[in-house]
């Protein structure tokens, strides 16, 4: 015999010696590479999402609209309903920052007067006039998110008047509207979407869950309700929301009105994942090891497809935004005094108004800004739930 | 010259490289293998040792923007004059390589279930093959592929031509990719897991084939597979990869009946023995490929031998590749 | 095929049934009717109206009998064409809304082209030449286009069109234009009023398109069949166009079924802002009135249209797909 063929036959057998070894080896890393596998299954995610530039941007902006809602009435100079009639129809106006070198944020005055053939108001500024913008100042009395009673405003002027957006026929500020504007179209989203998750998480995970005729009836039900255009349907829904009613009630039934269709959306992508989910081993194990469906759904499959699930209602939020604000620029919304960009944008419905004051525009851009962010988040957060693919 | 004159296909260190977000992925690292006219090689390893890799990288059929090969040569016999071309310096998208491509280089691959388009009908699919290769008309082209079709054994050869993928069985897709394969009488057939995804029986059919096949159209065939009973029956040499290397390789008999890298040994302890009645656990390698992105210092197969984790050999660094006995190399420390 | 269409085309019959039925409920959830709402704007201009001859009007428009009765007599018109009366207009609501829906028929049409034409050879461009510099442009413009509602996009139009670029956006004709005769310069004078508003309502299709057309092709590209054309030596022109383009593009097809609802929905808003006579306005001003045969019979038309829409873009996709077409 040659002596590689020794060595040959020295492996083999020490294949063999080590085979019982092996297994009990094998069994180890099996179990502990699987929990290694669902902590770095988030890391990866996470690792994915923050490489991503536009998402993470398209994230801050989010949490920043959040934060700024949340302190709305801190941070604007003016309350939601303050007029100002000397001042209607100002032009957004130019912010001085420093005056002889030195960091010090000023305005000029303005003056207003009646053209005497257009009967129009004509501002002038001042520029003998500087009126610096002071921090911290004491301005109108209002409640910090509806709770705290304060009259601290981040800004202000002591005199005439700040409006960094100009304001309206009313001569009420539009940048403070704006920004008070937005805890309602940010919420309306937010409430929409988690009611649609409610509803949708739990039919969509039930009918693929159990399938059978529940699954059956909730899938018809399901392609009625899509077989109808949503904007038509939302507004002919809007529009039998009785005059009456209180605005925090009209807020309400917004939302219930924009889950309708919204958790159907929801359902079908949840019953999709859970049907793939339900033929999984680890379901299977613990079906066969006696666990109860209410466990499995709650224990396994939520958080299985609970990445899933945020992807998803990121991404339904620009929908319910955009329907929110649509409807309320037609009148069938939102009504004031409740106000939201869709509500604040109803004044330039008016082409001739809207013509002479552009800057009524304005809310607009914060719907496209708030939509643009959330598409940017909603799509970096789909590309990092699914991390096996580059 | 003279001595690769011999060769139809001559690989020399061969290595192709992958560059991801997440490093760089050394796919094939510095493989040498040859093909003479007629004959049949099969290459074997895991999934991700690199075989597939090695296989594209002749047809030059790897993504242009993640994968470069950076070093070695494919030297490549042409049919008309031998004249002897280097595949690794042609332009992957120009006119040279779509030359050889299908008309004397033709590739199968492993799923036969995506390796044909479901819009259009097989017949199309064939004949736009053999009228780019050939100077006919499309009657003529016609009966061709019908002809073809006939020799891989498909009965309805003049109906299966109008029919859409779909409507096909998995050995019947496969036979309509090998009869498309060999319908320009390609010198070298490369054959990516030809029989991975159909059933037991059919795979037997189609090896059965390929061989039958081969001997008609006298051309040399690579079998690339995971599965080393695949080819037991049909290869000339072997030729054993592990994580983008060779680690043997040999004449079919050496490497079956005295294979020497611990790896070989391990693949073949894995292949069930039809008519074993002993109750005995088929034994499978223990481990798995790391982490394709790991640089890994020393014996790659370290992690996973026998003769390492007994502490009979350190692995400390890569083996050389030596001949134990004519035409069979191992690259392995122990044998060193 | 046609064993497929008929069957599908039949499969619609119960659930336009069921459609009209919640069509039919919602037009009539509002609290009171159109004599109330008839009343309440008499009231507001002053004016009053006895008990009597509100008893008399109700009777005249049939609100005085049961809803199932209400509902048999609007739906069984429809077969005959007869889609009900409009109470506000005094007129057939066929006659109100038969020009209205062929400009929105129009204008979705066109805009659902305007999509197609413009997104499936960026989406190419895009995937061919991912993470370039115009893949990422063009990205940044469709989320872009994805971002800016329709109502603002047509705003924003106006404003330009009349104080940068001085010209008429509203309308479909130039005021001086309304009442001309029939002559080239009007109908032209029309064109230029038809583009804007297609495009804005092509635009959030047309991002939606570029991402899904780049995303197909993307997964086509990494297709085996890709490779196995590719390694028959064809041209990576003949690769691409004959092979991957064909595949990615059929995903497409069944997109264009969930296009058709923006579409409407798009029609409406845009139409109401550029005041085109799409169904917009007058659906928006029914809803206010209660013109409740007017509304119900808008809102059921814009479903079957999407009912429609959506066969066809299931026969499409079976014509074009051999796989669906032999099911």
């Known amino acids: 015999m040659n002596d590689y063929q020794e060595k040959s036959n020295y492996i083999k057998k020490l294949y063999e010696q080590q085979s019982n070894l092996d297994q009990t080896i094998a069994h180890q890393m099996m179990s502990s590479e699987k929990l290694a596998f669902a902590t770095s299954q988030w890391r990866m995610m996470w690792r994915k999402f923050i490489r991503n530039r536009t998402a993470v941007i398209g994230g801050i902006v989010i949490l920043l609209f959040y934060l700024v809602a949340l302190f709305a009435d801190f941070i604007v100079p003016y309350t939601l309903q303050q007029r100002m009639t000397q001042y209607s129809f100002l032009p957004p106006q130019r912010i001085h920052f420093f005056y002889e070198g030195k960091f010090q944020p000023f305005v000029y005055g303005i003056k207003g007067s009646r053209d005497p053939n257009t009967l129009m108001r004509v501002y002038v500024t001042d520029p003998e006039k500087r009126i610096p913008i002071r921090f911290f100042i004491r301005g109108e009395p209002y409640k910090l998110m509806g709770l705290f009673p304060a009259n601290i405003h981040l800004f202000g002027v002591e005199e005439g008047i700040v409006s960094l957006m100009g304001t309206d026929g009313q001569g009420r500020d539009m940048f403070s509207r704006v920004i008070i504007g937005s805890q309602i179209s940010l919420t309306i989203g937010l409430v929409g979407v988690a009611l649609s998750l409610v509803i949708g998480a739990f039919l969509g995970v039930y009918s693929g869950y159990f399938g059978g005729w529940i699954d059956n009836l909730i899938q018809r039900i399901i392609e009625i309700i899509r077989s109808f255009p949503p904007i038509p349907l939302w507004m002919a829904l809007t529009a039998a929301l009785p005059s009456h009613w209180s605005p925090l009630k009209v807020y309400f039934a917004i939302t219930v009105i924009l889950s309708l269709i919204g958790w159907t959306w929801l359902a079908r992508q949840l019953r999709g994942k859970v049907l793939a989910l339900r033929e999984e081993d680890f379901v299977m194990a613990a079906r066969l090891s006696g666990a109860s469906n209410w466990w499995i759904i709650t224990k396994h499959l939520i958080p299985a497809t609970f990445s899933h699930i945020i992807v998803i209602s990121t991404l339904s939020m620009p929908s319910m935004i955009l329907a929110e604000s649509a409807l309320s620029f037609l009148g069938l919304g939102l009504r004031p005094p409740l106000t939201s960009w869709g509500v604040l944008l109803q004044q330039a419905q008016n082409i001739q108004v809207l013509l002479l004051y552009p800057w009524l525009l304005m809310p607009g851009f914060f719907v496209a800004i708030s939509i643009l962010a959330f598409n940017f988040l909603g799509d970096g957060l789909r590309d990092a739930a699914d991390p096996y693919t580059v | ?336 | 095929m046609m064993a497929y269409i008929l069957k599908r085309f039949l499969g619609m019959i119960p659930t336009f049934l069921i459609i009209s039925i919640i069509t039919f409920v919602i037009v009539q959830l509002p609290p009171g009717d159109f004599v109330t709402s008839a009343q309440a704007e008499i009231a507001a201009s002053g004016g009053g109206m006895d008990a009597a001859t509100v008893e008399a009007m109700r009777v005249r428009y049939g609100l005085d009998q049961p809803i199932l009765v209400q509902y048999w007599k609007w739906i069984s018109g429809f077969p005959r064409g007869d889609f009900g009366y409009s109470l506000e207009w005094n007129a057939p609501v066929w006659d109100i809304i038969a020009g209205r829906f062929g400009w929105t028929l129009l204008l979705s049409g066109l805009a659902l082209v305007f999509m197609w034409v413009v997104s499936i050879p960026i989406g190419i461009y895009s995937a061919r030449n991912k993470y370039s510099l115009g893949d990422n442009v063009f990205t940044f413009l469709g989320f872009l286009g994805l971002s800016i509602p329709d109502f603002m996009l047509s705003l924003m139009w106006l404003v330009f069109a009349t104080m940068t670029l001085g010209i008429s956006a509203s309308g479909l004709y130039s005021p001086s234009m309304v009442d001309a005769p029939w002559s080239m310069t009007k109908f032209l004078d029309l064109l230029n009023h038809l583009w804007p508003p297609i495009i804005i309502m092509g635009i959030i299709g047309t991002a939606e398109l570029i991402r899904i057309m780049r995303g197909n092709l993307l997964d086509v590209l990494n297709q085996q069949y890709i490779t196995t054309a590719r390694a028959k030596g064809l041209e990576e022109k003949v690769v691409i166009q004959k092979y991957a383009v064909r595949m990615a593009i059929n995903p497409l097809i069944s997109v264009l079924g969930m296009q058709i609802p923006k579409m409407i929905s798009s029609s409406l808003i845009v139409g109401l802002v550029l005041s085109i006579p799409t169904l917009g306005p007058i659906f928006l001003r029914s809803l206010i009135t209660q013109d409740m045969y007017l509304a119900g019979a808008i809102l059921l038309l814009m479903t079957v249209m999407l009912l429609i829409g959506n066969l066809l873009a299931d026969i499409a996709l079976a014509w074009v797909d051999p796989r669906i077409r032999y099911e």
């Open chain 2, 1 to 336: 010259m003279k001595e690769n004159e011999q060769y139809l296909l001559k690989i020399n260190n061969l290595k192709t490289y992958f560059y991801t977000l997440d490093g760089i992925v050394r796919a094939v690292e510095g493989v040498s293998l040859s093909i003479k006219p007629g004959k049949t090689i099969g290459l074997v390893g895991e999934s991700g040792c690199g075989k597939s890799v090695t296989a594209h990288s002749i047809l030059r059929l790897l993504p242009l923007k993640t994968c470069k090969i950076i070093e070695g040569e494919i030297l490549f016999q042409r049919q008309n004059n031998h004249e002897i071309i280097d595949l690794t310096k042609v332009d992957p998208q120009g006119s040279l390589i779509r030359s050889i491509r299908g008309k004397e280089i033709a590739m199968i691959f492993q799923e036969p279930m995506t390796s044909l388009s479901p819009v259009y009908t097989v017949g199309n699919q064939i004949i736009e093959a053999i009228l780019l290769h050939n100077q006919i008309e499309y009657p003529e082209a016609r009966e061709h592929a019908i002809s073809m079709l006939k020799s891989v054994g498909l009965g309805m050869a003049e109906s299966i031509i109008d029919e859409y993928p779909h409507r096909l069985s998995g050995g019947q897709r496969q036979r309509v990719m090998i009869a498309m394969a060999l319908s320009c009488n390609p010198s070298l057939l490369i054959a990516d897991e030809p029989t991975t995804a159909l059933d037991v029986t059919i795979q037997a059919q189609i090896m059965e084939l390929l061989k039958s096949l081969q001997k008609q159209f006298n051309m040399a065939v690579l079998i690339i597979t995971h599965n080393l009973g695949v080819i037991a029956e049909m290869a000339d040499e072997i030729v054993v990869m592990y994580l983008g290397r060779i680690v043997e390789k040999g004449s079919l008999e050496q490497v079956f009946e005295k294979p020497l890298h611990p790896y070989t040994i391990g693949l073949i302890k894995s292949i069930p023995i039809i008519g074993n009645q002993t109750k005995k656990r088929l034994a499978p390698i223990p481990g798995s490929v790391p982490d394709p992105l790991a640089v890994i210092e020393g014996c790659a197969f370290r992690l996973r031998c026998p003769a390492y984790k007994q502490k009979e050999c350190t692995g400390h660094k890569e083996s050389p590749m030596v001949e134990v006995e004519p035409g069979h190399y191992v690259s392995c420390l122990l044998y060193s």
